[in-house]
């Protein structure tokens, strides 16, 4: 303990820092204090615990009220007899009361279970860290003490501890851009994860660098000796790649040892910009470079702020090696990311560009008000910690960073909101392409918009890469379309109330329905109904509900004396099948049509009308004539529930039903040609064709084809847009 008291004030003495000492001194006193008689299970004092924590976030370069906090950290949570957040506000101020509460809070995660409980502990650490970001900053000093000390705890602990670090802290000190931890964090992690592996590497490290360490001392002689040439004020230091990012080079993308050429880099720091690209001028003057490795991130960072020249070369004795070029501001942002610019000095705040670069956070929040679903939650976290990045240009030459594989719908979002929702084509290096198209780095994208769109496409939920465009693309239709989203919704609900096989009444229905919107913290049915119908919820969340409300409140049907044949005249059937695979509710005997307004499809969901005469009236449930009736009182209980017969929506050679295809497409005298060839070439029955120019250079295709089902339909969709010229496709309704 005494050690670690030493090495504590030690930290604070060569930091240089003008630290408030007599608050300092006052927050070791009191942790003390309280911790007194703890044991760590190494044996040693439990303050001891604080005090390397607090130790690292001196080097981290952080506050007096973040040293404070670090030191009182484990207090609240386990003192709770002799302390409380109050005291310690009262004691040590509000600031840091809430960095205690937010590392109070941040319990174990467990990676390898997706279920709300531990998704609800990265929503916690997220909020904490959303509030202040000191917290997530000494969390990691905590985090990497404990990974120094994993050694006392049990097998199963150690891999648990180093599986929850490899996939959460690490990361995310990679995304807040602190190397220093991160490649710490991963090392320890590897070495209980794989001991094999981490110690297979970690002897191929020391045979290979004992070989080529005199040839690499030669090179950084030479280059020394150039640089003071040029006149150049540097530093010049070297460094093997770490443990985890060679095994996961060679175990991860099947490289040998000797295919990785940064395995020993010189790290050249300068005094400014200028000087990065003298001296990289210089490095290649004196070595071959090696084709495609060459990086720079400064005039391109990395969205944690990282800036750098990489190249590699190859040395006159055929060793490859990497070179990085930096100023000593870029390299002290390299080694400590957000944390380096951060402001702590009484009166100041933080730098205004940390908001920016913790943008992500306040993503990951907007998804969690969109969707209750905890598996996309946390799909989203990792994309946005986990995620390689894809830089991408605007036409007047800004940077969007996009996680790779990202489309251009979410290239378009990305942007802004406005931009996605009236995005109708894209041009990737000033060609047409199809919007679900993944630009790659480099590529220059523009978005193509409409005053006139209607909107996003429900279709582009499933498109979307970034949980960033799907919340937004939710949040449109959650807006502006709640009536059409709660007909969705409750569509929903019946195909599953359905698929129980008992028959209910609309009393039984809607008390179940009630039941489930009170259990899943909804306050009407309708914002149930929406929020399943735009997709911030999945069904299969409230499945297991709603079939034990179903078995609660629709009893099986109790036996009854059988009847003698005599007695009974008729049997009348309630589900009745009509023409066209469709059967419809509490009706027999009448007559169905399909609606021209909205053409539906096998595969579908559907619903009844009865009308005036005319039999049974079958519409797309999100059909606007349904909207529009079911908001008049007039014509709601004329509404019946319809479906599809079980089987309708295979393919059947007998059955074709009309379709309108809208095509948005750029005009050429080929493009009527190459649609009718495409649709020839499916054997599709053309039924009607008709254009409008929309602008200059695009024109409008409306088609009426024939097609069996949703599924054929969405086929014939696929083959138009690989049409060259076409630019979207879109199912249409009909007059």
């Not at 969205?303 to 000593?328: A, C, D, K, W």
């Not at 096989?501 to 049915?525: C, F, L, W």
């Not at 069996?708 to 879109?730: A, E, M, Q, R």
Request: proline share 3%; hydrophobic share 40%; charged share 25%.
């Amino acid at each position: 303990m005494d050690t670690a008291l030493q090495n504590f004030y030690a930290a604070l003495d060569a930091s240089g820092r003008n630290y408030n000492r007599e608050k300092i001194d006052a927050a070791y006193t009191y942790a003390a204090e309280l911790h007194a008689g703890q044991k760590r299970l190494s044996g040693e004092p439990y303050i001891s615990h604080p005090l390397a924590v607090a130790t690292i976030v001196v080097e981290l370069g952080l506050d007096t009220d973040s040293v404070c906090a670090a030191l009182l950290h484990d207090t609240v949570e386990d003192c709770s007899d002799k302390t409380n957040l109050d005291i310690v506000r009262e004691r040590f101020g509000a600031d840091v009361a809430l960095l205690v509460d937010g590392l109070t809070k941040l319990v174990l995660i467990d990676v390898e279970d997706k279920q709300e409980a531990n998704i609800e502990n990265i929503r916690k650490m997220l909020l904490a860290m959303s509030k202040d970001i000191r917290v997530i900053f000494i969390k990691l000093c905590d985090r990497l003490h404990n990974m120094r000390t994993l050694s006392a705890k049990k097998e199963d602990r150690q891999r648990a501890i180093a599986l929850e670090t490899m996939y959460i802290y690490a990361p995310l000190a990679h995304r807040l851009g602190i190397s220093l931890i991160k490649q710490e964090l991963e090392n320890l992690s590897l070495s209980y994860l794989d001991p094999i592996g981490y110690e297979e590497v970690k002897n191929r490290i020391n045979e290979k660098y004992g070989e080529s360490r005199t040839l690499l001392n030669e090179a950084k002689a030479s280059i020394e000796q150039r640089l003071r040439e040029n006149g150049i004020h540097f530093e010049l230091t070297g460094r093997v790649k770490s443990i985890y990012s060679l095994y996961n080079k060679m175990y991860n993308h099947n490289k040998s040892f000797d295919q990785i050429y940064d395995f020993y880099a010189l790290r050249i720091i300068v005094d400014t910009e200028l000087e990065c690209y003298t001296a990289l001028g210089i490095i290649h003057e004196m070595f071959r470079s090696i084709p495609g490795r060459f990086k720079d991130y400064i005039s391109m960072p990395k969205p944690n702020m990282y800036r750098s020249l990489h190249t590699s070369v190859m040395s006159s004795s055929g060793i490859p090696f990497e070179v990085q070029i930096r100023t000593f501001e870029m390299h002290r942002v390299a080694e400590f990311g957000i944390a380096a610019h951060w402001k702590y000095k009484s009166g100041e705040t933080a730098d205004e560009s940390i908001d920016e670069k913790l943008k992500w956070v306040s993503r990951l929040f907007e998804i969690e008000d969109d969707t209750r679903d905890p598996d996309e939650f946390l799909d989203a976290f990792k994309i946005d910690i986990f995620r390689d990045e894809t830089f991408v240009f605007t036409p007047k030459g800004d940077v969007i960073v996009l996680a790779q594989g990202s489309t251009c719908i979410d290239f378009a979002y990305a942007i802004h909101s406005a931009v996605g929702n009236k995005m109708v084509g894209a041009k990737i290096n000033g060609m047409i392409v199809p919007i679900d198209r993944a630009p790659q780095t480099g590529d220059i994208v523009e978005i193509l918009t409409s005053s006139s769109s209607k909107g996003p496409s429900r279709d582009w939920l499933n498109v979307v890469k970034t949980g960033d465009a799907r919340s937004k693309i939710r949040s449109w239709f959650k807006k502006e379309k709640r009536t059409e989203n709660i007909a969705l919704g409750k569509a929903d609900i019946d195909r599953e109330l359905h698929r129980y096989g008992r028959p209910y009444t609309v009393e039984q229905r809607n008390e179940i329905v009630a039941n489930i919107s009170a259990r899943v913290g909804m306050q009407t049915v309708d914002d149930l109904y929406n929020m399943l119908g735009y997709g911030g919820m999945p069904l299969s969340k409230i499945a297991s509900k709603l079939r034990d409300e179903f078995d609660r409140v629709v009893k099986e049907p109790v036996p009854s004396t059988p009847l003698v044949i005599e007695d009974v005249k008729t049997v009348t059937k309630r589900r009745v099948k009509m023409t066209g695979g469709v059967i419809v509710d509490g009706e027999e005997g009448c007559v169905t049509k399909f609606a021209h307004c909205c053409n539906p499809l096998p595969g579908d969901s559907i619903i009844g009308f009865i009308t005036r005469g005319y039999g049974v009236s079958i519409h797309k449930i999100d059909c606007p004539n349904v909207l529009r009736g079911q908001e008049n009182a007039d014509s709601r209980d004329r509404f019946i529930n319809a479906h599809w017969e079980y089987g309708a929506a295979e393919e059947s050679a007998n059955d074709v039903y009309e379709s309108l295809i809208i095509i948005y497409a750029e005009d050429s005298i080929t493009l009527l040609a190459e649609i009718t060839a495409a649709l020839a070439d499916m054997k599709i029955s053309l039924l009607q064709i008709n254009t409008q120019k929309r602008g200059e250079d695009n024109i409008l295709v409306n088609l009426t084809v024939g097609c069996k089902n949703v599924g054929h339909y969405n086929s014939i969709v696929s083959k138009l847009k690989n049409i060259p010229s076409v630019i979207s496709v879109t199912r249409g309704i009909g007059k």
